[in-house]
Every structure is written in structure tokens, then in C-alpha cells.
């Protein structure tokens, strides 16, 4: 008899490695239209318009030369597992060229610079880290005559694996580019500046030049990022995105910068949780090193936000207000709700975001009308020394400002909640809290010493019991999924020793590159559930010989403030995965930007934990709606490349849980992921991965998060210790870690088997 393939059935793709296809009319959505198309609007919806005079959108039919490297060059999203193999990357040449009909590009200079992107690849040159060729004389004058309007692209690369010095010129100019610019400010009367970077970089030059007419933050817009640079020169789609970090006039503003490479075994967040803007709009005399603040972006037209509507519910403040677009272009708006808590025992940032939401496309003279709430309790502050309550989040009595507005700084006070006596939010356990950080930073500035932990890491008894009953007759996982037998029933059978080997990682299947889940495929037809790499896309190595939609960059997803479209682009890559039989993708990655120089900022959404956060949870709603698994990661504090999987990160209780811990607590509580990853690094001398206390302590216990934890890849921990921590698998493939200490009395069944059922918990899970 013919076997009749069913797609519905249980695990049917992850038992076939032929991809069968998802689109209509047995077409593939791997890297169709409907996913590049999204990809190019998305690229559009998070670019940032810095500075704007009026040149842009160009007039049709305007003539400009454009300089740079990066024209051709263009660098699509960063290097490492958060790189994209996909069919092609428009460049902003060609976009400009498919654009013909709107502007008149001088293509001598073009051409120039494509013969000198091309020597350099010959030579061995990487993407997104070429020098400035001089411009020859004749040519800038031939470029002159042609126009009187240039555009100056700039690029950056960066990757996993590797962090950014001080003076490697990635935040500053390099040599050539300063002469670059000069060189065109000199002979051109009106100058746009285009920047395709992950991170943040120093755009004081830009802000205090007056020639300098027009500035647009592209990003990394992913394979259609150069044509939607076009869109938007031209006026065929505009920026309407926000920044998501701070941009200060130079590194060493960000007080993070002085002991970022001070040790490559360690990292001492002295800062506190003075991060991005909570440092520059709260420390004395810092405001003025800021360039471009938080939340700050223009469009082609204009906003008038009105009619702001705040009250109060025991649990919840709720905002509301009128967007009206006072220009002459349709446009969106992002309306930012932040909070100011009162001076009291505890030191606080002045200011701190507690809700956004982004408008729809408002045409000329229309208005939209925009709802948020946040819970009041969000307000408080967390008290690791016992200022007020130790271990508590506390609301200080006093008023707590609500400000309304468009950026950290354009905003208008619109309600004040008050608080009589002072209010334990919640009481808490002290986890994670570090033995040596002697100081952190203050509100007013100074530095008070950080006391030292005293007491060892807190160790948690296993809650699940599993005894070991062979069956004569095995229960297979099927039996489990259509109900006809329990899980419990189905771990009671398996051996420790299968335990064991279900904690670990299994080789790759199919297209799969990054190993699989599960594996006993004989025995108890426990299906290996395929992970791939994110989040800017699905990454398949370039052997596999599948190309995939490459999407702008998370901080370009962070900065187009609209968690719909965050949504939408974690459904279009879930489809993808699940279309090449891939069950689990690792994305979305939500640390913190905690400085310019990580490596990896360009993998992460933002310097704030709100926005991380609600980009990160509406991003797992997208995948996890296709039944795919969403691991959130790194959990946590993996803010540093260098060294990264020995790096010990030294951080306050508290900054841990209002900064590198906040966005992955929205994340865990708006939308459930399936699956989170530990990161490489140790975190006050744990390793993250072997921290009971992260783990159990405060995802699991505190949060209440009910799915699978796995490690990152080819991690220093004891496998044994991790188990015992609750990280339930350890990948990749390497067998035979658990048996040494199981046999000498260090590791339980019971252990083992609670991380057992979580992981089959998710492989039921899935399709």
C-alpha cells in the first residue's frame, strides 16, 4: 500500500527531510516576495531620520553624486550565527538605479567606487570593513559639475565572537572617512549623509555641521536594505522609526566605556542601572554629551499629539491621546509613556519608559488614536541592600510623574500618581548577587561601596519524582501525543542512562546546521527536533543550499517601535523554518546595549529593557503562532564578546533585575516562549548556565516559566551541574558527560528526569 503523506500528522517534518512547500499552489516561502517584500518595509519602518532640512524626500528628477564605499559595500546585518545566506543584497547603488525615473545618479563616481569595493574583495577585503579610497581630483570636480548635492555613505561591520576597541574606529571616522567628508563639504552646497551600522556610532559630526542638510540612520536593512534606502530618498516610503539607544558625542561618555576592556576575565558593571539614557538624563552635567537622545527620530511630516487622557486602577495606569498629522505626507508617529519616581531612599533614575505604541499611516490632517497601561507596580524600584525592604521591590511614598511625548525629552507631564506610605510591591529572594563589586554608581554621581555577598548559592530540590519501571511493552511518545498513555508513564520506562542521552544534544538532520533535540527515534519514536539560527532571519549554512529571507537587524526592529511588524517578521521566518522541516529557531536575542564596543549589539534590540522586551515577546508570538519553537537568549548579562564563554559579569542584585533581567521577564510573561537559552558567560562567578538561582531561583520560581531552557553552543560548564541548575539540554552533540557523576552520588534521577519532561513537553509541543 501506498504511504499517503499528511502534513497534519504528528512530527510529520521532522521525520522527512524533503521540504515541502508552504505557499500557495505548492509555491515556497522561503525568500518569496511576500517575505523580501517585508523585509524591504521593515528596513524602511526602523531607519531613523536624524536631521532633516527639507532636502529629502529629493525632489523629482534631482541629480546627486554619491560617495562611499558603502553605496556598493552595503553590509546587510552582522557576522556570526546572526548572519543570513540569502539570494541576493541590494546594494544602495542599485536601489538608487531602480529609481531612475525619480532621481539621476552620477554613475562615474559609482563606478569608481565598484571598481575599488571589487579590488578589495580580491585582495582578501571583508564586507563592511573597507578604507576610503581618496577621490581623485578630476573626479570630484566632474562630480561637482554634474551637482550640487551629495550623498556620503558610511558602513560597519561587526560580528559574533568579537568586540570593538576603543580605537578601532568603528564609534569615530576612520582616517579616510573624515577626509571623505571634508573633501565633500568642501565642493557640494548640499550634503546628505546615509549610515548603514548595526550600533550605535559618533554622529556629533553630523549634528554639528550645517552643511550637512539631511541624516538618515539606515541601519542594517537586511538583502532589500539599499532599495529601501532609495524608497525612502525618493519619497516612495519614509523613516518613521525612533532611536533605541542614546547617541552620545563619543565613547567615553558612556560610563561603561572606562572598564569595558579593563580585563578579559571580567566585567564590572559599575554603572548600576545608570545604562543609555538613564545615565544621561539622570547624572549632573550629563544631558550635554548627548547627540540624538532615546526616542528621537523625525519623519516627512509632522505630529501634534493631543488630547492625553492618564488614569489610575488599583493595578494599572492607562494612557490615551489624540494623533493628529499637522504635515503635507502620510506618516507614523510613536507615542512614548515614561515615569520619574520620587527621590527617596532609594537612588532612581530620573526618568524610565513604561509604555509606547505607534500609529498607524495618518494622511495629511487626519488623526489616530493611540492606548497603552502598564502596571504600577512596574514603577518600582528594586532594593538589594535594605534601604527601605532588602530583597524587595519597593514604591517609595511620593508622587510618580507620567510624561507623554514623542522622545525621552519631548514629552509633557500629564498625570501624577501618588503614593501615601511607601509600598512593598513584591518581596523577593536575594539571587545572583555579587561578591566583589566594590562600587556602583550613584543618582547624584558619586560612588557607594557594594557589599559583598556573603552566603553560598542557594541549591533547589528537584519538584518532579520519576522512579524507574521497565515496561515489556514500551509506550511510545505517539502514545503520549494522541493520549492514550501519560508522560509521566513514558519517562517512568526510560533507563537513567536514556535520561542521560536525552539531555543531550543529537547531530544535525536534513538542512539542519545547529544539531537536533531529542533523538530515540527507534526505541521510543521521540522525534530529533531540528534548531537553526536567527534572528535576523533563518541562517542555513551555504553549503545546505537553501537561501532564506535576510531581515533588517534587531535594532533596526527595535527602532521601528511597532511590535506588530516585530510580529509579523517572526511569523514570516517561523514559516521558513517550519517549511525546511525546522523545528526550533533561536531567536529572538535580547541582551542589552549596555556599550557601543559589544560586538554583537547589532543581534540585540536596545539599550532599554521595555523596549527589548515587548520587541523580544512579540516577536515569539509571531513564530511560536506557526507552532515553531522561539528561544529567547542570552539569559544573561552577556553584554561582552571578548572572552565570552569564561567572562565573568559583575553586577548588582538589582541591576541584574531592572536591566539585563527586565526584558527577558516581559518576554517570559507576554508570550511564553518555548524555549530559552543560557548565556556563555558567568554571572558573579556562576556560570549562567549552572546558576540554579537564575534558573530556578527567578526564571522558573518568580516568573513562573513553565518551558525548557537549553545551553548555548559548546559551552565551559559541567554538564551535570546545569542539570542540576535546570538547564534540561546541553548542546551540541557530545554524549557521555552525565554517567561520571551520576555514578558518584552528584546528579539524581529525579533531576534528570524533570529536565526529561520539560524537553518533551516542548517536543509535544510542536507540529
Same mark, same amino acid.
Given at each position: 500500500?501506498?504511504?499517503?503523506?499528511?502534513?497534519?500528522?504528528?512530527w510529520f517534518?521532522?521525520?522527512?527531510?524533503?521540504?515541502?512547500?508552504l505557499?500557495?499552489?505548492?509555491?515556497?516561502?522561503?525568500a518569496c516576495?511576500?517575505?523580501?517584500?517585508?523585509?524591504r518595509?521593515?528596513?524602511?519602518?526602523?531607519?531613523?531620520?536624524?536631521?532633516?532640512?527639507?532636502?529629502?524626500?529629493?525632489?523629482?528628477?534631482a541629480?546627486?553624486?554619491?560617495?562611499?564605499?558603502a553605496?556598493?559595500d552595503?553590509? $546587510?546585518? =552582522?557576522?556570526?550565527?546572526?548572519?543570513?545566506?540569502?539570494?541576493?543584497?541590494?546594494n544602495?547603488?542599485?536601489?538608487?538605479?531602480?529609481?531612475?525615473d525619480?532621481?539621476?545618479?552620477?554613475?562615474?563616481?559609482s563606478?569608481?567606487?565598484?571598481?575599488?569595493?571589487?579590488?578589495?574583495y580580491?585582495?582578501?577585503?571583508k564586507n563592511?570593513?573597507?578604507?576610503?579610497?581618496?577621490?581623485?581630483?578630476?573626479?570630484?570636480?566632474?562630480?561637482?559639475?554634474?551637482?550640487?548635492t *551629495?550623498v556620503?555613505?558610511?558602513c560597519?561591520?561587526?560580528?559574533?565572537?568579537?568586540d570593538?576597541?576603543?580605537?578601532?574606529?568603528?564609534?569615530?571616522?576612520?582616517?579616510?572617512?573624515?577626509?571623505?567628508?571634508?573633501d !565633500?563639504?568642501?565642493?557640494?552646497?548640499h550634503?546628505?549623509?546615509l #549610515?548603514?551600522? /548595526?550600533?550605535?556610532?559618533d554622529?556629533?559630526?553630523?549634528?554639528?555641521?550645517?552643511?550637512?542638510?539631511?541624516?538618515?540612520?539606515?541601519?542594517?536593512?537586511?538583502?532589500? =536594505?539599499?532599495? +529601501?534606502?532609495?524608497?525612502?530618498?525618493?519619497?516612495?516610503d519614509a523613516?518613521?522609526?525612533?532611536l533605541?539607544?542614546?547617541?552620545?558625542?563619543?565613547?567615553?561618555?558612556?560610563?561603561?566605556?572606562?572598564?569595558?576592556?579593563?580585563?578579559?576575565?571580567?566585567?564590572?558593571?559599575?554603572?548600576?542601572? &545608570?545604562?543609555?539614557y538613564?545615565?544621561?538624563?539622570?547624572?549632573?552635567?550629563?544631558?550635554?554629551? !548627548?547627540?540624538?537622545?532615546?526616542g528621537?527620530?523625525?519623519?516627512?511630516?509632522?505630529?501634534?499629539?493631543?488630547?492625553?487622557?492618564?488614569?489610575?486602577?488599583?493595578k494599572?495606569?492607562?494612557?490615551?491621546?489624540?494623533?493628529?498629522?499637522?504635515?503635507k505626507? +502620510? =506618516?507614523?508617529?510613536?507615542?512614548?509613556?515614561?515615569?520619574s519616581?520620587?527621590?527617596?531612599?532609594i537612588? $532612581?533614575?530620573?526618568?524610565?519608559?513604561? +509604555? &509606547?505604541?505607534?500609529?498607524?499611516?495618518?494622511?495629511?490632517?487626519k488623526?489616530?488614536? !493611540?492606548?497603552?497601561?502598564?502596571?504600577?507596580?512596574?514603577?518600582?524600584?528594586?532594593?538589594?541592600?535594605?534601604?527601605?525592604k532588602?530583597?524587595?521591590?519597593?514604591?517609595?511614598?511620593?508622587?510618580?510623574?507620567?510624561f507623554?511625548?514623542?522622545?525621552?525629552?519631548?514629552?509633557?507631564?500629564a498625570?501624577?500618581?501618588k503614593?501615601?506610605?511607601?509600598?512593598?510591591?513584591?518581596?523577593?529572594?536575594?539571587?545572583?548577587?555579587?561578591?566583589?563589586?566594590?562600587?556602583?554608581?550613584?543618582?547624584?554621581?558619586?560612588l557607594?561601596d557594594?557589599?559583598?555577598?556573603?552566603?553560598?548559592?542557594?541549591s533547589?530540590?528537584?519538584?518532579?519524582?520519576?522512579?524507574?519501571?521497565?515496561?515489556?511493552?514500551?509506550?511510545?511518545?505517539?502514545d503520549?501525543a494522541?493520549?492514550?498513555?501519560?508522560?509521566?508513564?513514558?519517562?517512568?520506562?526510560?533507563?537513567?542512562?536514556?535520561?542521560?542521552? #536525552?539531555l543531550?544534544g543529537?547531530?544535525?538532520? /536534513?538542512?539542519?546546521?545547529?544539531g537536533?533535540?531529542?533523538?530515540?527515534?527507534?526505541?521510543?519514536?521521540?522525534?530529533?527536533?531540528?534548531?537553526?539560527?536567527?534572528?535576523?532571519?533563518l541562517?542555513?549554512?551555504?553549503n545546505?543550499?537553501?537561501?532564506?529571507?535576510?531581515?533588517?537587524?534587531?535594532?533596526?526592529?527595535?527602532?521601528?517601535?511597532?511590535?506588530?511588524?516585530?510580529?509579523?517578521? /517572526?511569523?514570516?521566518a517561523?514559516?521558513?523554518c517550519?517549511?525546511?522541516?525546522?523545528?526550533?529557531?533561536?531567536?529572538? *536575542?535580547?541582551?542589552?546595549?549596555?556599550?557601543?564596543?559589544?560586538?554583537?549589539?547589532?543581534?540585540?534590540?536596545?539599550?532599554?529593557?521595555?523596549?527589548?522586551?515587548?520587541? +523580544?515577546?512579540?516577536?515569539?508570538?509571531?513564530?511560536?503562532?506557526?507552532?515553531?519553537?522561539?528561544?529567547?537568549?542570552?539569559?544573561?548579562?552577556?553584554?561582552?564578546?571578548?572572552?565570552?564563554l569564561?567572562?565573568?559579569?559583575?553586577?548588582?542584585?538589582?541591576?541584574?533585575?531592572?536591566?539585563?533581567?527586565?526584558?527577558?521577564?516581559?518576554?517570559?510573561? @507576554?508570550?511564553?516562549?518555548?524555549?530559552?537559552?543560557t548565556?556563555?558567560? #558567568?554571572?558573579?562567578?556562576?556560570?549562567?548556565? @549552572?546558576?540554579?538561582?537564575?534558573?530556578? =531561583?527567578i526564571?522558573?520560581?518568580?516568573?513562573?516559566?513553565?518551558?525548557?531552557?537549553?545551553?548555548?553552543?559548546?559551552?565551559?560548564?559541567?554538564h551535570?551541574?546545569?542539570?542540576?541548575? /535546570?538547564?534540561?539540554?546541553?548542546?551540541?552533540?557530545?554524549?557521555?558527560?552525565l554517567k561520571e557523576p551520576?555514578?558518584?552520588?552528584?546528579?539524581?534521577?529525579?533531576?534528570?528526569?524533570?529536565?526529561?519532561?520539560?524537553l #518533551?513537553?516542548?517536543?509535544?509541543?510542536?507540529?
Open positions: 500500500m501506498q504511504y499517503m503523506y499528511n502534513p497534519t500528522e504528528k517534518r521532522a521525520r522527512f527531510t524533503p521540504a515541502i512547500m505557499g500557495d499552489n505548492r509555491s515556497a516561502v522561503t516576495e511576500r517575505h523580501i517584500t517585508l523585509s518595509k521593515a528596513a524602511c519602518e526602523g531607519a531613523v531620520l536624524l536631521k532633516n532640512n527639507g532636502i529629502l524626500p529629493l525632489k523629482k528628477g541629480k546627486i553624486a554619491v560617495f562611499g564605499n553605496q556598493i552595503y553590509v $546587510k546585518g =552582522g557576522g556570526g550565527s546572526g548572519d543570513v545566506f540569502s539570494p541576493y543584497v541590494r544602495i547603488y542599485e536601489g538608487l538605479k531602480l529609481k531612475e525619480k532621481v539621476d545618479v552620477f554613475d562615474t563616481l563606478f569608481f567606487y565598484m571598481n575599488n569595493v571589487a579590488q578589495a580580491k585582495n582578501g577585503e563592511g570593513r573597507l578604507a576610503e579610497p581618496k577621490v581623485p581630483a578630476e573626479l570630484m570636480r566632474a562630480a561637482a559639475e554634474f551637482t550640487d *551629495a556620503i555613505t558610511i560597519r561591520h561587526s560580528g559574533e565572537g568579537y570593538k576597541s576603543a580605537d578601532s574606529c568603528y564609534f569615530e571616522l576612520e582616517a579616510g572617512e573624515k577626509e571623505l567628508a571634508a !565633500v563639504l568642501a565642493n557640494f552646497a550634503v546628505i549623509v #549610515l548603514n551600522t /548595526g550600533a550605535v556610532i554622529t556629533s559630526w553630523i549634528a554639528n555641521e550645517e552643511k550637512i542638510e539631511a541624516a538618515l540612520m539606515l541601519w542594517q536593512g537586511g538583502m532589500e =536594505g539599499g532599495l +529601501a534606502a532609495a524608497d525612502m530618498l525618493v519619497g516612495d523613516p518613521c522609526g525612533k533605541a539607544d542614546t547617541f552620545a558625542a563619543s565613547l567615553c561618555d558612556y560610563p561603561s566605556t572606562a572598564g569595558f576592556h579593563e580585563s578579559e576575565d571580567y566585567v564590572k558593571y559599575t554603572e548600576d542601572i &545608570f545604562v543609555g538613564r545615565y544621561f538624563e539622570t547624572l549632573p552635567g550629563k544631558k550635554a554629551s !548627548v547627540v540624538y537622545p532615546f528621537y527620530g523625525l519623519t516627512y511630516t509632522t505630529f501634534k499629539i493631543s488630547d492625553i487622557f492618564v488614569s489610575a486602577s488599583d494599572r495606569i492607562f494612557v490615551g491621546a489624540d494623533v493628529t498629522n499637522t504635515g505626507r +502620510a =506618516g507614523k508617529e510613536v507615542v512614548q509613556v515614561y515615569y519616581a520620587p527621590k527617596g531612599k537612588s $532612581k533614575e530620573k526618568i524610565a519608559l513604561a +509604555a &509606547f505604541a505607534k500609529t498607524p499611516l495618518i494622511e495629511p490632517g488623526k489616530a488614536t !493611540v492606548t497603552m497601561y502598564f502596571d504600577i507596580n512596574d514603577m518600582a524600584s528594586y532594593d538589594d541592600v535594605g534601604d527601605v532588602k530583597s524587595a521591590y519597593v514604591l517609595e511614598s511620593g508622587e510618580y510623574k507620567i507623554v511625548g514623542n522622545s525621552v525629552r519631548d514629552n509633557v507631564c498625570y501624577k500618581y503614593v501615601g506610605n511607601t509600598v512593598i510591591a513584591k518581596k523577593c529572594r536575594s539571587y545572583c548577587a555579587p561578591k566583589n563589586l566594590e562600587k556602583r554608581l550613584m543618582a547624584d554621581g558619586s557607594r557594594a557589599p559583598a555577598r556573603k552566603t553560598a548559592q542557594k533547589f530540590a528537584p519538584t518532579y519524582h520519576s522512579e524507574y519501571k521497565p515496561r515489556e511493552e514500551i509506550i511510545e511518545l505517539y503520549v494522541e493520549g492514550s498513555a501519560t508522560l509521566d508513564d513514558f519517562i517512568s520506562q526510560m533507563s537513567d542512562e536514556e535520561l542521560m542521552v #536525552l543531550t543529537k547531530k544535525s538532520t /536534513g538542512v539542519c546546521n545547529c537536533t533535540i531529542g533523538g530515540f527515534n527507534d526505541k521510543y519514536r521521540i522525534q530529533p527536533i531540528a534548531t537553526a539560527d536567527g534572528p535576523a532571519g541562517r542555513l549554512h551555504r545546505r543550499g537553501v537561501r532564506t529571507t535576510a531581515f533588517p537587524v534587531a535594532t533596526a526592529i527595535a527602532c521601528s517601535w511597532n511590535t506588530a511588524l516585530a510580529e509579523e517578521i /517572526g511569523a514570516a517561523a514559516m521558513e517550519k517549511e525546511n522541516n525546522l523545528q526550533i529557531w533561536l531567536a529572538p *536575542a535580547l541582551n542589552i546595549h549596555r556599550n557601543p564596543l559589544c560586538g554583537r549589539n547589532f543581534e540585540y534590540y536596545s539599550e532599554d529593557p521595555v523596549v527589548s522586551g515587548k520587541m +523580544a515577546a512579540a516577536m515569539v508570538r509571531g513564530i511560536q503562532a506557526q507552532r515553531v519553537v522561539a528561544t529567547a537568549k542570552h539569559l544573561a548579562a552577556n553584554n561582552k564578546e571578548t572572552n565570552r569564561d567572562s565573568d559579569s559583575v553586577v548588582s542584585e538589582r541591576a541584574l533585575r531592572e536591566i539585563y533581567l527586565k526584558g527577558f521577564e516581559i518576554c517570559v510573561k @507576554e508570550s511564553a516562549p518555548k524555549l530559552v537559552m548565556s556563555y558567560n #558567568l554571572i558573579n562567578g556562576v556560570r549562567a548556565s @549552572e546558576c540554579g538561582e537564575l534558573i530556578m =531561583g526564571l522558573r520560581g518568580e516568573w513562573g516559566y513553565e518551558g525548557a531552557v537549553t545551553t548555548d553552543w559548546s559551552n565551559h560548564a559541567e551535570y551541574k546545569e542539570v542540576k541548575a /535546570g538547564n534540561d539540554v546541553r548542546m551540541p552533540c557530545r554524549e557521555g558527560l551520576y555514578e558518584a552520588g552528584l546528579l539524581t534521577r529525579d533531576e534528570m528526569a524533570a529536565c526529561a519532561k520539560r #518533551l513537553e516542548m517536543i509535544l509541543w510542536v507540529e
